[in-house]
Each structure stands twice: as C-alpha cells, then as structure tokens.
C-alpha cells in the first residue's frame, strides 16, 4: 500500500499538496516540511485524511505523484 505525506507549507495558490513518498516525485518537500498521513489504497485515503485532520486547509494532489487528486 503507498505511503503518503503532505508538505506542511501551503503552494502559491494556498493549497498544501499530498504526495506519495513511494514515488520518485521531484516536487516532494523536505523531509521537515513533510507530514505523514501513513498508507492508503490511494491518493483518494490520503486527501480524505489530510482534509479531516486540517479541515482549514486546502488540499490537493500533486500533478506527478498524485495525478488522479489533483484539482485541475
């Protein structure tokens, strides 16, 4: 099952992006930027998560890692 994190700082556009720290992703954030959200089936598991614990935050996928999630 992958493993996700989300960078703790918020992008330009505000939103705080989920990656899966299974894969090679060359947007990941440091490891000290990073909050872990543990495995899920998919990036879906890791959004619905991160949305619960920070419900103020905008959430979304990043567009190499967590394609499917990320607001377009």
Known sequence: ???????????????HEIH??????????????QAILGNHTNCFGAVAEAAMRWPDYQINGCDTCCNQCHAK
């Open 1 to 15: 099952m992958p493993n996700f994190i989300m960078n703790k700082h918020a992008q330009k556009n505000c939103s």
């Open 20 to 33: 899966n720290s299974d894969f090679a992703c060359s947007h990941m954030p440091e490891v000290v930027d």
